[in-house]
């Protein structure tokens, strides 16, 4: 019977908790799996849910079970995987069924499966929420053809998360959009996690604070400006108690970060529009230099310590806070800055706004500040968000709090790479006369590369000697 609804390739964590959200929604799906097992069990597993969901066997049955024009998501891991199922499924499918990728895949991979599908429908979508989110409601970035969305969208804003009843799930633009989209967030939630762990230091290592303790300062932080789900989770984290031990979870975490790739690659784009994010810069480097912890154990052996400790009465809990919102807007801002400057650049005309409500519910990086963050960039999404009244009014109350966490982290040998470089951005963005002038002198005097003059005139050159 070819009456499912839409159908779903890949049962791994995420896969399987798409569709049962699916199935849950009331849409019926057919489902396939590489090995047969896991379909299944998977529906075994999904009780009252199975009468929705039709097992296949085989990639062509898969296909007869779908309803025409069919649409087929794809929840394979990034990469090969994702261009070896498409080769695997277009043959079987119609020049109007729709491939629909919703891993995390790089959008310039989105931008060439988009090309090489022509007119064949195809949709990259960004998907966040990790394993809660996909199973009762995710935050969905949308990239392809504008039609081939609607066709697809009473399903997609269905089984995403709401805030206030507002679906989150949203067309972003064209080809990769939706992924580039995902990106960002992914860069963002690199950066808002390292400024939390970051803070989280401070009070471990500066404060000597125990995990109970800073547990319920995050706690208490979750109920003011900084709300969100990372602060809610880093309270929740902080607060774990590891049942084999006794002992606090992250007192037996080692401290290297993983990762997947996404952050960097929002680094390495940002380089390529010249659109910086340092703040996600310094945190993807921060991951990886978490991961060198030999040559982190030897140079404390060679160089000793940092004497860390902070006196009492330094850094109170409302500076941290404070510098931790100054450092999230600083952060935003740098992240939709370089979503301006891919709009420009792709011609996509990114939805600025939209995009801040999308991020409000059901995504990583959720928080209350998202909501002031749509309403400022609806004013004027071209503007730099710290610029913004709201927030260049909030930055006002927090830079200094900022810069004395970024001073006595420093003066005590406290690494707090993020907040640094989201205060160094602070303070550039306001020095209306900078340093660069130095710079262009010695470019041309090594290179005769010319500069400009005060004056108005360009392409000068200076009376170097030797
Ligand atoms: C999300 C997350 C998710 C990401 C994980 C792990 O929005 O649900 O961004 O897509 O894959 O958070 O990412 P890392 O392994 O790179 O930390």
């Avoid at 970051?198 to 932080?221: C, S």
């Avoid at 774990?240 to 784009?269: F, H, N, S």
């Avoid at 927090?398 to 003066?411: D, F, G, M, P």
Wanted: aromatic share 6%.
């Amino acid at each position: 019977m070819s009456d499912a609804e839409i159908g779903l390739i890949g049962l791994g964590t995420m896969g399987a908790a798409l569709a049962l959200n699916i199935a849950d929604n009331g849409f019926k799906i057919a489902v396939w799996n590489r090995t047969t097992k896991k379909t299944t069990r998977f529906h075994e597993d999904a009780s009252d849910l199975s009468d929705r969901i039709i097992p296949t066997e085989k990639l062509d049955e898969l296909v007869a079970a779908i309803a025409k024009p069919r649409a087929i998501i794809l929840m394979v891991p990034a990469g090969d995987p994702v261009d070896d199922q498409i080769a695997a499924l277009r043959p079987l499918l119609e020049d109007d069924d729709m491939i629909i990728d919703a891993g995390n895949a790089n959008f310039h991979d989105t931008n060439r499966r988009a090309q090489a599908a022509g007119e064949l429908p195809f949709l990259g979508i960004g998907v966040s929420g990790g394993e809660e989110g996909a199973r009762f409601g995710p935050s969905i970035m949308g990239g392809g053809k504008r039609e081939h969305w609607d066709r697809v969208a009473h399903i997609l804003t269905a089984i995403a998360a709401e805030h206030d009843g507002t679906p989150c799930a949203t067309w972003m633009g064209d080809e990769g959009a939706g992924h580039f989209v995902k990106a960002v967030h992914n860069g963002i939630e690199y950066a808002d996690m390292q400024m939390i762990a970051e803070i989280y230091g401070v009070m471990r290592d500066g404060h000597g604070m125990d995990h109970p303790g800073i547990a319920k300062t995050f706690a208490k932080w979750d109920d003011g400006p900084l709300k969100s789900y990372l602060i809610e989770i880093s309270a929740k984290v902080a607060a774990a108690i590891d049942p084999e031990t006794g002992y606090p979870m992250l007192d037996v975490i080692v401290d290297a970060a993983g990762q997947k790739g996404t952050g960097r690659w929002t680094a390495i784009e940002a380089q390529h529009l010249a659109a910086p994010v340092p703040v996600i810069e310094a945190a993807v480097a921060a991951r990886n230099l978490s991961s060198q912890r030999e040559a982190r154990a030897k140079g404390e052996d060679l160089f000793g310590s940092a004497p860390k400790r902070l006196h009492d009465g330094m850094l109170p809990h409302d500076t941290l806070e404070s510098a931790l919102i100054a450092g999230k807007i600083i952060c935003y801002a740098q992240g939709f800055g370089m979503i301006h400057a891919a709009s420009d650049q792709f011609g996509w005309a990114l939805p600025l706004p939209e995009i801040a409500k999308v991020w409000r519910a059901g995504c990583i990086i959720r928080s209350a500040m998202l909501d002031d963050m749509a309403s400022s960039l609806a004013d004027d999404a071209d503007r730099n968000l710290m610029f913004a009244p709201h927030f260049a009014s909030v930055l006002k109350n927090t830079h200094t709090a900022l810069r004395e966490v970024v001073a006595v982290s420093t003066t005590h040998g406290l690494a707090v790479p993020a907040l640094s470089a989201a205060l160094a951005y602070f303070d550039t963005m306001r020095t209306a006369r900078g340093t660069a002038n130095m710079i262009q002198g010695q470019r041309d005097f090594f290179g005769a590369h010319g500069f400009a003059r005060f004056d108005g005139r360009t392409d000068q050159h200076g009376p170097w000697e030797g």
